[in-house]
């Protein structure tokens, strides 16, 4: 009430209580909580500005902000992060960070914890690297299939590059190293600026014209994005593919691809392994084939061992004519006694064998006198009991006969009877089923006649 002294309306100036049981946050709470919901909520993003209050540290950190016209939010890339840039980061540079939102809870401060820098612009071409790189994929242009081997013993390197590149020398100087045998020929071109994608097409096409090497190496050394893009062209790529002439390409460092890389025939991540695949080793060669000599030499004295050993059996085993006939008559005359005495030995058992057989077969003969007696008693049996059986069926088909015959309808029509059918054949038994005009077939003991219904009772 207006006159109560007590009562007073809330106001920003009056801290409200705390409800009963309701949490009370502590500072650190607060920030590490806020701190949590950033880094869950906002996923690792890029963000492009202008670096600003650049400092290095001596732990290695760099602590910076990033701006642009409307605001600017500070950034720290610590060292382990730091000491991978290939590059120097300067007071207002341009470039593009991949960071993660978060919050530095002792002083609570927003900022990003900065994973990666690239220059501005950067990005584009990166997305133009993607890009191509997945339709030309899409075309079949990368296929494994397509690919050729290199072949093991080149005579000839082509190594296509500039003459005033250190790549260059680096390859020269690992193939003398390597096989100094192999002829090398450098086909030039710059591999650098607007019209570098057009000379080492031109380049390719010319090597390839005079067919004149085994295998092209590609190569260029290490460089930006911006430095290497000639060789994520794509007239390079079809270039490469279209070679006749299998390529190596090696470009830039271990972590730098190109699109030449996958249009390769083979991918060597520094022109030096470029030139190492291209070339066989003259050392590893000469082992392999020192190798080789010593196993055909042990394979040649094995086998000379084992021919001087056979020859020792068998000059063991040659003998003088006359006695291997000697032998072999002896064999013959004793194979003949035992044929002979085998011969007799089988004729005496079987003679055996059969007076034993013989006397079996006496022993099991019935006596033939009883037999006889035995068949004659059978037969005249037989012969009474068949003629009492017939005279017996006799008698039954005469009654039966006698049965037929009362039962014969042509017995019953001699005694004056016939048989009435109508025109379907059906015999006729009942004067209802017939109307006046039906016709009647009527037969007798000897013939019959045709007849037409006057009227029925």
Request: proline content about 5%; some cysteine; charged content about 25%.
């Amino acid at each position: 009430m207006p006159g109560n002294a007590d009562w007073a309306p809330a106001s920003a100036s009056a801290p409200a209580l705390a409800a009963p049981g309701e949490a009370v946050l502590t500072v650190g709470a607060l920030n590490r909580s806020v701190r949590d919901l950033l880094e869950h909520r906002f996923p690792p993003l890029w963000v492009a500005g202008e670096v600003s209050n650049l400092t290095l540290a001596r732990s290695g950190h760099v602590y910076f902000s990033l701006k642009d016209a409307q605001a600017q939010v500070r950034c720290v890339m610590f060292r382990n992060r730091a000491q991978l840039l290939d590059w120097t980061l300067r007071e207002g540079m341009q470039v593009e960070v991949r960071a993660v939102v978060t919050l530095y809870e002792p002083r609570g401060d927003f900022q990003l914890n900065v994973e990666f820098v690239r220059r501005a612009g950067l990005g584009a071409l990166y997305e133009a690297f993607l890009r191509l790189r997945d339709r030309l994929a899409a075309e079949g242009l990368f296929d494994e299939a397509r690919k050729r081997p290199l072949p093991p013993f080149p005579r000839t390197i082509g190594v296509v590059t500039s003459l005033g590149a250190a790549a260059l020398r680096d390859v020269l100087t690992t193939l003398a190293r390597r096989n100094p045998s192999v002829a090398v020929i450098v086909y030039p071109t710059a591999v650098q600026g607007e019209g570098a994608p057009a000379e080492i097409v031109a380049a390719l096409g010319r090597a390839a014209r005079r067919a004149e090497c085994d295998v092209l190496v590609l190569c260029r050394g290490g460089g930006s994005i911006e430095d290497l893009w000639a060789f994520n062209d794509e007239r390079v790529a079809r270039a490469v593919r279209a070679s006749p002439i299998p390529v190596v390409v090696g470009v830039g460092h271990e972590t730098d691809v190109t699109i030449a890389d996958f249009a390769a025939d083979r991918r060597a991540p520094t022109p030096t392994a470029a030139a190492e695949l291209a070339s066989p080793s003259r050392a590893e060669l000469l082992a392999r084939v020192a190798a080789q000599s010593d196993r055909l030499r042990r394979r040649l004295a094995r086998d000379l061992e084992t021919r001087m050993q056979l020859l020792d059996h068998l000059s063991r085993r040659v003998v003088h004519p006359g006695r291997r006939l000697q032998a072999q008559a002896a064999a013959v005359g004793q194979l003949a006694a035992r044929l002979a005495g085998a011969i007799a030995h089988a004729i005496e058992r079987e003679r055996w064998r059969i007076a034993s057989l013989a006397g079996r077969a006496h022993r099991a003969l019935p006596p033939l006198e009883t037999l006889a007696l035995r068949t004659a008693g059978l037969a005249r049996r037989l012969q009474a009991g068949a003629a009492q059986a017939l005279a017996g069926r006799a008698a039954r088909v005469e009654a039966l006969a006698r049965g037929l015959g009362a039962l014969d309808p042509h017995a019953v029509l001699e005694r004056g009877y016939g048989i009435v059918r109508d025109a379907h054949g059906r015999a006729l038994r009942d004067a209802a089923t017939l109307a006046p005009g039906d016709a009647l077939d009527i037969t007798l003991a000897r013939g019959g006649a045709e007849a037409r219904v006057e009227r029925t009772r």
